[in-house]
């Protein structure tokens, strides 16, 4: 297996972002009915994003905010991306 093998497309991960999500939904014994009014978050969509990985930022961010979820996204983006081993040693003086 070589490094490629090891990426993921954006697509692929859109569509584990669903699954997990789905998943969540379930453990929380809600429908896609039930997630779509505590969200605020249209039926239609919601059954998208389950479906193909698809959806808004901003609908995302609510359906996470209804599963109880919202702090997962405090990770995302934080981890700041050296472009050379000098700018980590440069950090740590």
Known sequence: M???????SPSDVNKEIAMRMRQRRKEKKLSQVQLSERSDVSLGSLKRF???????LSSLVKISFALGCEADFDELFSK???????????EQL
């Open 2 to 8: 070589n490094n490629f093998d090891l990426l993921k």
């Open 50 to 56: 389950e479906r193909t990985g698809e959806i808004s």
């Open 80 to 90: 700041k991306g050296y472009a050379s081993i000098q700018e980590v040693i440069d």
